[in-house]
């Protein structure tokens, strides 16, 4: 179930705000449960054995830093286990996690999360437009990588899953989990003279399209490896807060300055505008007899279910509905019985005749009251 949109609080500890450091470490004094969602890039451990060559011989600006070297799987594993022990404290109880990895790290990730009782929702695929060539051709040329979307534990019942944004972004059709997204590059790309910033600077696009789904205006983003701010930015632009953990100091400064140059958004309070607009699972809830309660409906009435004139149960004071048969039941039940199906939701089947002798959905009688 979707968390509800909520109005825009204050937050009691220090937000918009970026940190110098080991992220475990700066991660522990945070107050518990108290991130709405965290978006983590760690490193991929790639494992790079030699030095990779284009066919004319020059050198590939591969990922050799030494943030993403690690003696073995088993610390690569230690140093996975605890950083996500440290996001799954501060998370709140209906937040939710991103990761994003390589084939190189993602499934010894994704087995730690379940271990630590993390609840996977999503894999998604990104799939690269522009991806680096397999110079040597000894292999598929790896055109994707992995984002998981968990719950912070199986019983949590609510989380932020904003539903119908995903399917407006996406031309009114239901969001896929294979999101098709070019490389960071261009004016995007961060350099410092002339030489790329950070060597595996995520899109903004990416950003984008995770934050808008599965998070709130006003809520709190952490990223505890936040390179060159691209999550920063984002969370910006859509009037989330963020907090930002980066233990090299040359890109935190890079990302500062980048955050910098972003004015705040305006009409902040217009939470439509950066994609809180409720839909029904998250609109406050109505029941059907407060429709009798408030003379949208009367006790008599006939509905129709699915606009069919044949089909009428009349309405009874107490809410419920009478078939022809005399069975009587909700809304929901009585047009179960109709279809002769285990379930129906009818606010979408069961019609009401206007003055003029057509068909219309109880449901729009709803979202009157609802206005």
């Not at 972004?169 to 999101?179: F, G, L, T, V, Y």
């Not at 595996?200 to 983003?221: F, H, I, M, N």
Request: charged content about 25%; hydrophobic content about 40%.
């Amino acid at each position: 179930m979707p968390r509800r949109p909520k109005a825009l609080q204050s937050i009691p500890f220090e937000v918009d705000r970026l940190y110098l450091g080991d992220c475990i470490a700066i991660m522990n004094t945070l107050p518990a449960a108290s991130v709405d969602l965290v978006f983590a890039d760690p490193p991929y451990n790639l494992q790079l054995q030699n030095t990779l060559l284009r066919p004319n011989r020059s050198v590939v600006d591969a990922v050799d830093d030494a943030w993403d070297q690690f003696e073995d799987f088993a610390a690569y594993d230690r140093f996975t286990r605890a950083w996500l022990s440290a996001c799954r404290r501060v998370l709140k109880d209906d937040g939710t996690i991103w990761v994003i990895g390589s084939y190189h790290n993602i499934y010894r990730v994704g087995a730690i999360l379940q271990d630590l009782g993390f609840w996977l929702l999503n894999d998604i695929t990104w799939i690269k437009r522009n991806p680096m060539p397999n110079f040597r051709g000894v292999r598929f040329t790896n055109a994707h990588e992995t984002l998981l979307w968990c719950k912070k534990s199986k019983d949590q019942k609510k989380y932020t899953f904003n539903y119908h944004a995903m399917k407006m972004a996406n031309d009114e059709k239901q969001m896929r989990s294979d999101w098709e997204i070019p490389l960071c590059t261009g004016r995007e790309r961060i350099r410092v003279d002339g030489e790329k910033l950070h060597a595996t600077q995520k899109p903004e696009a990416l950003l984008y399209r995770v934050l808008l789904a599965s998070t709130l205006p006003g809520d709190v983003v952490l990223d505890p490896f936040f390179g060159s701010g691209t999550t920063g930015a984002v969370a910006r632009k859509l009037n989330r807060r963020y907090i930002g953990i980066e233990r090299d100091e040359r890109y935190l400064r890079a990302a500062q300055a980048r955050l910098d140059g972003i004015p705040q958004p305006d009409q902040v309070d217009d939470a439509e505008i950066y994609g809180s607009l409720p839909d029904r699972r998250t609109a406050p809830r109505i029941p059907f007899t407060a429709l009798l309660e408030n003379g949208l409906l009367t006790p008599g009435q006939r509905l129709y279910f699915d606009a069919d004139h044949d089909r009428p149960a009349v309405i009874l004071a107490d809410g419920s509905l009478r078939l022809p048969g005399g069975e009587r039941g909700s809304i929901h039940k009585a047009g179960a019985l109709v279809e002769g199906q285990p379930g129906c939701n009818g606010w979408d089947r069961w019609h009401f005749e206007d003055e003029y002798g057509e068909l219309h959905r109880i449901d729009a009688l709803r979202a009157l009251l609802r206005g």
